[in-house]
């Protein structure tokens, strides 16, 4: 059985975080730019939140 865990997104996460958005079924309705780079999401993650939260799940 696997776990779930849900966190604080990290900066280290931008290459997970990339893969996942790399899927077009992933960007399908949404306003975000489509195949961003791995250095926007790094930037993206490493941004402070104004309303602090920027959640991850992960299976371990």
């Given amino acids: 059985m696997r776990d779930l865990i849900i ?3 990290e900066p280290e996460d931008y290459k ?3 893969l ?3 899927s077009p079924r ?3 309705g949404t306003l ?3 195949f961003s780079s791995e250095r926007a999401w790094r930037e ?3 941004r402070p939140k ?3 939260v ?3 799940a992960c299976v371990t």
């Fill in 20 to 22: 996942v958005y790399s």
């Fill in 54 to 56: 920027s959640i991850i």
């Fill in 16 to 18: 997970a975080v990339h």
């Fill in 32 to 34: 975000e730019v489509p």
């Fill in 7 to 9: 966190r604080h997104s």
């Fill in 44 to 46: 993206e993650l490493a």
């Fill in 50 to 52: 104004d309303d602090g």
């Fill in 26 to 28: 992933a960007m399908a």
